[in-house]
């Protein structure tokens, strides 16, 4: 323990020879009640000095260099002698009064004597204490239940046994409860002594629990020589309990000037506390066996030494696990580092290093392995981290692992190797089965999965490559790799298998960005137009913006093939702006053409890529107001997944619906936390996806379809917002949807995806004819 300053203050050990001189005393007048007049008077000066020196003694120990802790400790000890020294005056004056009452505490002492033991007990439950495991509290507890049964037993035998035989409870009632608070504070002392606490030297802990024992004595023999008329066994022990007060001030004082090396740096010893209640009991009990027979007090010392012995015993086996359990757990430290060497942290899963060796092991097995490599990727994960956190996608990618895992079977090896990317190897697999197992994977991470509170919905897709002749196991994993880019261009939440060829199609795509970039420049692009109609009278309400691309040589390519290679190469951003004036400009051309004829609204889909850039929603407002129309008059179709891109999204669509655009939620129902979207993003229309929309099958699909439809027009209604079913195929579908409260739909049974020039006739007609 280090000094906090310069300042040592007064040393204890000069009060030493003082409180030694005043035991000696007493001891002598004690002995010479019978024969020494003035001995009644003498005899209670001892004591009274006794105390203020162990007091004064105690205060010196709270020196400046001290711990604040056992400052504050020794302080209240302090106290506690002080207090006893003013009862001692107090009975002291009563006996000489009326030495008929020298044996009895008089009432107005009593309090002197009990509430400072009460106050003792409560410092030393203050002492700080080094913290336990549980397995160190349970030997802890077991030497503290040894020592302190000792302590009662001893206490028992010696003092208390024979007090309760005088039967009267005016000598009775304060002996026992100064006793049995000094048994409390003698347990408090084992425990702290046993546990540790370093502001509080512990030898000096040990001198207060001998002070204790000592003082317990002395309160259990106070009357057990009633018939001495002027004897009072306190007289002689006072003075010796406060001598051993004075050597644990000064253990104290010289152990935090540094005098005295800190427990710590001396060799670790076993506690002797336990074996010493253990000694002391079995000396009672030969004491108890010796004596005489009708003396009642050797049954509970031969209780108390069985209880001991039992606690022992308990104690040693409790040693022996702790043993059996260290070798263990040293076993359990090598397999764990080995473990941590070979597995993911997050999920516990192998690692790519475990991975690669397992996969090496099995090519080099042969061909007859049929050895089998499942790439999996989770589709958009990036969005929860975005929006959500990292430990929330950590705990996703911890939660994910399980389903993986569950679709394999033991001896397979399931491993994660870093982000989001999983992989799975299994043996003496058929293709087919190798395909169900793709398809369990996929559906078994197709179920929410809540995480704090968020139910959040994960797609994969999958790569599947077999081993043939002469593949190392780097030509499978790039194979498998291939394989599940693939099957995110078949738009993600699928399975493909590699097959040779792949790697070129592939690259195709690669060459699709560079030619989407010569179409930008080269006016390759045009937009056609779907009108949005009111289903009960057929008339056009709003149109959605749509591009196409035809190529010069390939024709017309695909949206699901350029749009996806838009997305990956970062061209939907200046795709998106063309797409968004273009839209604009018609708007502007029909509404001058057909006035309130006109469509009121244009829909134009915006990427989640789009939404990240920090100029978006100026470049809205430049579209807007170049093309003349009202910021109302445009509508921008945002999907779940592109809200889900992050913070910067949320933020470009707040100050769009601040600025008066519209704004709505794209293949509603089909996101990662569609509910929760609706309170975080401001929208004004929900737009059904057309997965939901009523088919003309009959079962439990339509029921389901039925009711997720149901539901979404009635949150619609609830919060004030415009309902639209997109992919209405057919009449049936139309007179349903109308029918559970869908006012507005879209698609090709109502009106396909025209150029302005087609859409114009259409305007011109009051409403579009039904089939």
């Known amino acids: 323990m280090t000094c906090r300053s310069g300042q040592r203050g007064a040393d204890p050990a000069t009060l030493l020879p003082a409180s030694i001189a005043l035991t000696g005393i007493s001891a002598v007048l004690f002995c010479l009640d019978q024969n020494l007049p003035q001995a009644p008077v003498l005899s209670w000066i001892p004591p009274s000095l006794a105390l203020a020196i162990g007091s004064m003694a105690l205060r010196r120990a709270a020196a400046p260099h001290v711990h604040p802790a056992a400052g504050r400790f020794w302080k209240q000890m302090a106290l506690v002698l002080a207090f006893s020294g003013v009862g001692t005056v107090v009975q002291a004056a009563t006996a000489l009064l009326d030495p008929r009452n020298v044996h009895r505490v008089p009432l107005v002492a009593a309090p002197f004597f009990a509430i400072p033991v009460v106050y003792a007990v409560w410092a030393l439950l203050r002492i700080p204490t080094a913290t336990q495991s549980i397995g160190q509290r349970v030997r802890l507890g077991l030497d503290s239940a040894i020592a302190v049964l000792g302590a009662a037993i001893f206490l028992w035998y010696v003092a208390f046994s024979p007090l309760f035989s005088l039967g009267s409870p005016d000598l009775v009632g304060v002996p026992v409860l100064v006793g049995v608070a000094c048994l409390a504070g003698i347990s408090a002392v084992v425990n702290i002594v046993l546990t540790g606490s370093d502001p509080v030297d512990s030898t000096a802990l040990r001198l207060v629990g001998l002070g204790l024992l000592v003082g317990g004595v002395s309160a259990g023999t106070t009357t057990l020589i009633a018939n001495e008329s002027q004897r009072v066994p306190s007289q002689v022990f006072v003075p010796l309990i406060c001598t051993i007060s004075v050597f644990a001030a000064i253990r104290q004082h010289r152990a935090a000037g540094g005098e005295i090396r800190p427990r710590a740096q001396r060799r670790p010893h076993v506690s002797l506390l336990p074996y010493t209640a253990v000694v002391a009991t079995d000396a009672l009990l030969i004491l108890a066996t010796i004596g005489p027979a009708e003396d009642r007090r050797r049954y509970v010392v031969v209780g108390g030494a069985i209880l001991i012995t039992a606690l ?460």
């Open 312 to 771: 022992v015993v308990v104690r040693q086996v409790v040693a022996m696990a702790d043993n059996a359990r260290l070798v263990a757990r040293l076993q359990q430290q090598e397999d764990r580092l080995r473990h941590q060497a070979t597995h993911d942290g997050l999920t516990q899963l192998a690692n790519r290093v475990l991975f690669a060796e397992r996969l090496d092991e099995a090519i080099a097995a042969g061909p007859g392995s049929d050895v089998t490599v499942f790439l999996i990727d989770l589709d958009d994960f990036k969005s929860v981290n975005d929006t959500l956190g990292h430990t929330i996608g950590d705990r996703l990618l911890a939660a994910v692992a399980g389903p993986i895992r569950g679709c394999v079977r033991t001896g397979d090896t399931v491993a994660r190797l870093g982000g989001d990317e999983f992989a799975v190897l299994v043996r003496s697999v058929p293709e087919s089965a190798a395909d169900e197992i793709a398809d369990a994977i996929l559906v078994s991470l197709g179920k929410p999965f809540e995480i704090d509170g968020y139910e959040l919905l994960v797609r994969a897709s999958i790569g599947i490559a077999t081993a043939q002749p002469g593949d190392t196991a780097e030509t499978l994993l790039r194979n498998a790799d291939i394989a599940m880019y693939a099957a995110k261009e078949r738009g993600k939440g699928a399975h493909a298998r590699y097959v040779p060829g792949m790697a070129v199609r592939i690259l195709e795509h690669a060459t699709l960005g560079a030619q989407l970039r010569q179409a930008l420049d080269g006016n390759q692009l045009h937009v056609l137009y779907q009108p949005v109609v009111r289903l009960t009278d057929g008339r056009i309400i709003g149109m959605e913006a749509l591009v196409r691309w035809r190529h010069p040589a390939q024709g017309l390519v695909s949206p699901s093939d350029f749009i996806p290679t838009a997305e990956r190469t970062g061209l939907v951003v200046p795709l998106g702006r063309w797409v968004l004036h273009e839209a604009c400009r018609q708007k502007a051309l029909w509404r001058e053409k057909f006035g309130d004829g006109s469509p009121s609204t244009i829909g134009v889909n915006v990427s989640g890529r789009q939404l990240q850039e920090p100029g978006f929603a100026d470049e809205v407002a430049e579209a807007i107001e170049s093309a003349g129309i009202e910021p109302g008059h445009l509508v921008l179709e945002v999907t779940e997944t592109a809200v889900l891109t992050g913070g910067q999204a949320l933020d470009t669509l707040a100050a769009l619906y601040s600025a008066g655009v519209h704004l709505a939620l794209d293949d509603f129902g089909t996101g990662q936390s569609s509910l929760g979207l609706i309170r975080t993003c401001p929208v004004h229309i929900l737009k059904l996806d057309k997965s939901f929309v009523l088919d003309s099958c009959d079962g439990s699909r339509a029921d389901q379809q039925l009711a997720i439809a149901t539901a979404v027009v009635s949150i619609a209604d609830a919060l004030g917002l415009d309902a639209v079913a997109e992919g209405i195929e057919s009449q049936r579908q139309a007179d349903r949807l109308r029918a559970i409260g869908y006012r507005l739909g879209q698609g090709f049974h109502l009106a396909r995806p025209l150029p302005p020039a087609e859409i114009d006739q259409l305007l011109a007609l009051d409403s579009l004819p039904r089939a």
